[in-house]
Nanobody, 113 residues
Framework: QVQLVESGGGLVQPGGSLRLSCAAS????????MGWYRQAPGKQRELVAR???????VYADSVKGRFTVSRDNAKNTVYLQMNSLNAEDTAVYYC???????WGQGTQVTVSS
């Protein structure tokens, strides 16, 4: 299993930006896909964005054009750049990896004035 550690969450005003990072405990070149889910209070966990080893990306409709997922294989890190944040983006954000399936501990993102 690969250990994943998220960072970069926090409190931001509406319209602001944050960048989340997910550092893996080992080389991620062999990991087919990595990305981010989120879970808001009282809601199911939902996919936010994922990126394959080949660089293909998938985004939830609600974040298209505002969020960008990327991966730096040399640093064993996946990022989520979040722009134009709004209150509906408030959630705990979880990093994930496939093969083997792994999850981070989550990082809180709160969008509020």
């Amino acid at each position: 299993q690969v250990q994943l550690v998220e960072s970069g969450g926090g409190l931001v005003q509406p319209g602001g930006s944050l960048r989340l990072s997910c550092a893996a405990s080992r080389n991620i070149l062999s990991i087919n896909a990595m990305g981010w889910y989120r879970q808001a209070p009282g809601k199911q966990r939902e996919l936010v964005a994922r990126i394959t080893s080949g660089g293909w990306t998938v985004y939830a409709d609600s974040v298209k054009g505002r969020f960008t997922v990327s991966r730096d294989n040399a640093k064993n890190t996946v990022y989520l750049q979040m722009n134009s944040l709004n209150a509906e983006d408030t959630a705990v954000y979880y990093c994930f990896a496939t093969n083997p399936g792994s999850w981070g501990q989550g990082t809180q993102v709160t969008v509020s004035s």
